[in-house]
């Protein structure tokens, strides 16, 4: 299902600020991918980095790197001294990531770590300001709760794909993928820790901001 207009896409990013050379070249690149419908838009692209500046995180988590445009995007707002550590799982895209890393000079400040994020994730002992959701959809909870037990008061986790192509808005859903993405906007929407809006913003982001813990005087 074709959600949004070409055309109004086309149109967001005619007034959209463009990003800078490096990041349009990457990005050029990762449409020659096999699996280019994995990667962020540059209107997305810059909305990441948008929200990366305004927050101004110490410390990003990343969860699905593919080609490391969206990581690049969102390491703008980094404070001096931050980390970003993102996960991928398959090695040629961690690969084709670290290259584009260090085309962009940017190797200090993101850390790739290549495996399984369930089990790089509990590895990672920081807490994160900011956290961007877009891996394998079967384990998005799982991510969330991860993601969440380390995540600042007032931080934010950005989930990709929760509209999942549309079919979240069908009446009977038959792709697993598409299961997985209902019943994590529907626990997410459940969860009295945080609060969200989905924005319908390409296949759809979730941004979730973790409430304010009051602590006892």
């Known amino acids: ?57 110490k410390y990003i988590l990343e969860i699905g790197t593919f080609t490391g445009y969206s990581a690049l995007c969102l390491c703008t707002g980094l404070q001096p001294g931050g980390e970003l550590h993102t996960i991928e799982l398959r090695e040629e895209d961690a690969a084709t990531a670290s290259a584009n890393f260090k085309l ?3 190797e200090n400040g993101i850390h790739l770590h290549i495996g399984n994020a369930l089990d790089i994730i509990p590895t990672l002992n ?13 384990s998005y909870i799982t991510y969330y709760k991860l993601a969440l037990e380390r ?3 007032q931080g934010i986790i950005i989930a990709d794909n929760v509209l999942f192509h ?15 993405i209902q019943a994590f906007n529907e ?10 809006v989905l924005l319908t913003v390409r296949d759809g982001l979730l941004f979730i901001k973790k409430k304010h813990t009051a602590t006892n005087a």
């Open 1 to 57: 299902m074709e959600l949004i207009n070409p055309l109004a896409e086309q149109y967001a990013q005619q007034f959209t600020t463009p990003t800078n050379e490096l990041l349009r070249n990457i990005h050029l690149q990762s449409e020659q991918h096999r699996q280019a419908h994995m990667l962020s838009s540059e209107v997305q692209g810059s909305l990441l980095s948008f929200i990366s500046q305004l927050i101004q995180p």
């Open 151 to 153: 995540l600042q008061d």
């Open 166 to 180: 549309g079919q979240v808005l069908e009446e009977k859903l038959i792709n697993k993928s598409a299961k997985a």
């Open 126 to 138: 920081y807490q994160w300001d900011l956290v961007f959701i877009d891996a394998d959809k079967t």
């Open 104 to 106: 962009a000079q940017k």
């Open 187 to 196: 626990y997410v929407a459940a969860d009295e820790r945080t609060e969200q």
